[in-house]
């Protein structure tokens, strides 16, 4: 890893007010490179070169188109910037497009510039001070109010030294880069290289990127592996958010890879076509209405959407809402994302901000739970954020590792949260590792309230039976669970709701409603089984003068009991069952198997009863069947 601090260093102004020549003077470097650039004199594409400010910093720095038609390009650049330095050139001022940059920039939360008043050589002293208060007046209530004004000279090179000082300054303010987040990476370029194939470069906002990476193109849907790196001219083994990067891809043409793409691990991001946001108006031309349709710029991306005024008729000029995209085409994004919208026709710049909820829901208008949730949303933490989404999706039955891509953050981060979550008791999981089953309590508890009431319903409908049976719960609320995790599931939500006999499930206060007649013809079903103690009897065995469920309600009331056992093909007395194994147990141990003869003759009873019986105990793994022979399990 190269040693140096990495930042990115973005200039903005209007057309010809010298911006490439400026950085042409601080690095020796040429940024136009296209034929068509150098001819015309203006910056069409984004153009990118690097200097070493000292020791410990590197800085990279991006020139952005500044001619009106070119604009978009201009806001693929601003994309992962940690410093702007707005030019604006002495012998004109500030200008339409000046504005309009400054407008972006500051919508889009750039924190940190400096103001270079370039071509000082060409105008008098007075002039220059004039220009000053005039700039001062226009970034007043900007993210430049407070900045720097250095008068330069590109071509006597006059003022760049205290330019670099004043980079250095700020660096030094400037927070830590997210190394530990997915890599994410907006293409700007991608282009073929005889001899490598496709390269595209692109700024890396988040994460670290290595050689052999595995990475998905999107909107493309292309799996491809990173073959090379090359941060700033030099080939390295990896790069860290704040660089830019050129990346060689294998397997890929330069077709699959177009100018706006997203590069990201696989799994890591889910698309969306509709999104929450904050969006900060600037001077509009006229009102805006519901459902005015829009580009919508994020990242190197452009897409069409409309809006939803969720709580207003109609957008103002300079004043901050809470809306709803709707998109034309799905996209991926993260929470605080920064984007610009722009009327659809005529193209102009209505305002900015950031993503609220990357995955969002449709919401209806002026309805103040959902208006109220997104603002919750809006000033919550990340681990409150977390916790949101674990409500929202926990009908899902969701995994941990399912939130992995909602959250488009690294796993060690999302678990780490998540178990903090556990350990204040907002959150249940069941399992193990990234499959475990997450739960949010206050989802367990409309859950908990649901099968009470499902219970309780049963109760009124079948009052006889002591309860409903797991597999009945398990079915109905959770069947899309697997076995291992279904069961922990069930046990932890009747541990101490409900009272659990064997597999039935009651509420607490339930008691079993029986008659004196009932009990009467209970007495009856026991003499019968009685009356051949190990025979398997079903319901046309009994001469009892009921419906076959009202029998099957005494029956489970019995079994619930643990005084009758359900075989196959009908039941038996559970001491009669009880003693008929004790029986079959004993007569192997003391003559090392039993046939369905033996066991037949053993028990007095039938064959049909007997080879049942047999196969129930083989199902239990008490016996063990070897040819026409049982033995005992050990």
């Given at each position: 890893m190269d040693n140096k601090k990495n930042i990115?260093?973005?200039?903005?102004?209007?057309?010809?007010?010298?911006?490439?020549?400026?950085?042409?003077?601080?690095?020796?470097?040429?940024?136009?490179?296209?034929?068509?650039?150098?001819?015309?004199?203006?910056?069409?594409?984004?153009?990118?070169?690097?200097?070493?400010?000292?020791?410990?910093?590197?800085?990279?720095?991006?020139?952005?188109?500044?001619?009106?038609?070119?604009?978009?390009?201009?806001?693929?650049?601003?994309?992962?910037?940690?410093?702007?330095?707005?030019?604006?050139?002495?012998?004109?001022?500030?200008?339409?497009?000046?504005?309009?940059?400054?407008?972006i920039l500051n919508l889009i939360g750039i924190k940190n510039g400096i103001i270079a008043l370039t071509k000082c050589d060409l105008v008098d002293k007075d002039w220059i001070e004039l220009v000053k208060l005039d700039i001062s007046d226009e970034v007043k209530g900007t993210f430049l109010e407070d900045a720097r004004i250095i008068e330069i000279s590109s071509t006597e090179k006059t003022g760049i030294d205290i330019l670099k000082n004043e980079i250095i300054r700020i660096v030094?303010?400037?927070?830590?880069?997210?190394?530990?987040?997915?890599?994410?990476?907006?293409?700007?370029?991608?282009?073929?290289?005889?001899?490598?194939?496709?390269?595209?470069?692109?700024?890396?906002?988040?994460?670290?990127?290595?050689?052999?990476?595995?990475?998905?193109?999107?909107?493309?849907?292309?799996?491809?592996?990173?073959?090379?790196?090359?941060?700033?001219?030099?080939?390295?083994?990896?790069?860290?958010a704040g660089q830019r990067v050129a990346i060689n891809l294998a397997n890929v043409k330069k077709e699959d890879v177009p100018k706006g793409s997203v590069l990201v691990p696989n799994n890591t991001f889910t698309e969306s076509s509709i999104i929450d946001i904050k969006l900060k108006t600037v001077n509009l031309p006229f009102a805006i209405t519901n459902r005015t349709r829009f580009h919508l710029y994020i990242g190197s991306n452009e897409v069409l959407c409309r809006a939803i005024l969720l709580e207003d008729e109609e957008l103002e000029s300079n004043k901050e809402?809470?809306?709803?995209?709707?998109?034309?085409?799905?996209?991926?994004?993260?929470?605080?994302?920064?984007?610009?919208?722009?009327?659809?026709?005529?193209?102009?710049?209505?305002?900015?901000?950031?993503?609220?909820?990357?995955?969002?829901?449709?919401?209806?208008?002026?309805?103040?739970?959902?208006?109220?949730?997104?603002?919750?949303?809006?000033?919550?933490?990340?681990?409150?954020?977390?916790?949101?989404?674990?409500?929202?999706?926990?009908?899902?039955?969701?995994?941990?590792?399912?939130?992995?891509?909602?959250?488009?953050?690294?796993?060690?981060?999302?678990?780490?949260?998540?178990?903090?979550?556990?350990?204040?008791?907002?959150?249940?999981?069941?399992?193990?590792?990234?499959?475990?089953?997450?739960?949010?309590?206050?989802?367990?508890?409309?859950?908990?309230?649901?099968?009470?009431?499902?219970?309780?319903?049963?109760?009124?409908?079948?009052?006889?039976?002591?309860?409903?049976?797991?597999?009945?719960?398990?079915?109905?609320?959770?069947?899309?669970?697997?076995?291992?995790?279904?069961?922990?599931?069930?046990?932890?939500?009747?541990?101490?709701?409900?009272?659990?006999?064997?597999?039935?499930?009651?509420?607490?206060?339930?008691?079993?409603?029986l008659d004196d007649l009932d009990y009467k013809r209970i007495e009856s079903i026991k003499n019968t089984f009685n009356s051949d103690k190990f025979s398997i009897i079903n319901f046309e065995d009994f001469k009892i003068d009921i419906s076959i469920e009202h029998f099957k309600e005494l029956i489970l009331y019995l079994i619930s009991n643990k005084e009758v056992i359900k075989l196959d093909s009908g039941y038996m007395l559970k001491i009669n069952y009880d003693l008929a194994v004790n029986m079959i147990k004993e007569f192997i141990v003391n003559n090392g198997s039993i046939s369905v003869s033996d066991a037949r003759d053993l028990l007095n009873s039938n064959r049909k009863?007997?080879?049942?019986?047999?196969?129930?105990?083989?199902k239990e793994k008490i016996t063990l069947r070897k040819d026409n022979e049982r033995i005992l399990v050990k």
């Open positions: 990115i260093v973005g200039t903005a102004g209007h057309i010809d007010h010298g911006k490439t020549t400026l950085i042409k003077a601080i690095t020796g470097r040429n940024t136009d490179r296209l034929k068509e650039e150098q001819s015309r004199g203006i910056s069409i594409e984004l153009g990118f070169t690097h200097f070493d400010l000292n020791d410990d910093l590197r800085v990279g720095i991006i020139d952005v188109p500044g001619h009106e038609k070119f604009i978009k390009n201009m806001l693929s650049g601003v994309c992962g910037m940690d410093i702007i330095i707005l030019v604006v050139a002495a012998d004109e001022g500030i200008m339409a497009q000046t504005k309009e940059h400054l407008d030094d303010t400037l927070p830590e880069k997210d190394l530990n987040s997915n890599p994410r990476l907006y293409v700007d370029r991608s282009f073929s290289i005889t001899g490598f194939g496709t390269v595209v470069t692109g700024t890396l906002i988040s994460g670290t990127l290595k050689i052999d990476d595995e990475l998905l193109i999107y909107p493309e849907n292309k799996l491809t592996k990173v073959r090379n790196l090359q941060v700033h001219d030099s080939n390295v083994n990896a790069a860290f809402y809470i809306i709803q995209l709707r998109l034309e085409e799905p996209i991926i994004s993260k929470r605080n994302d920064k984007f610009i919208l722009r009327l659809f026709s005529p193209l102009y710049t209505i305002g900015g901000g950031y993503i609220i909820d990357s995955n969002a829901t449709k919401k209806k208008r002026y309805n103040s739970n959902d208006i109220d949730k997104i603002k919750q949303l809006d000033n919550c933490s990340f681990k409150e954020y977390i916790y949101h989404y674990i409500d929202r999706f926990s009908n899902n039955f969701y995994s941990e590792k399912n939130y992995y891509s909602l959250f488009s953050d690294s796993s060690e981060n999302i678990t780490n949260l998540i178990n903090d979550l556990i350990s204040e008791k907002e959150v249940i999981s069941f399992g193990n590792g990234p499959d475990r089953l997450i739960i949010s309590k206050n989802f367990m508890n409309n859950l908990i309230n649901k099968i009470t009431l499902f219970i309780e319903e049963f109760h009124k409908k079948f009052p006889k039976r002591i309860g409903v049976s797991k597999e009945t719960l398990k079915s109905k609320f959770f069947d899309t669970l697997n076995g291992k995790i279904k069961n922990e599931f069930i046990n932890y939500l009747i541990s101490d709701k409900f009272n659990v006999s064997d597999e039935y499930v009651s509420l607490l206060d339930f008691k079993v409603s009863s007997t080879m049942e019986l047999l196969e129930f105990l083989d």
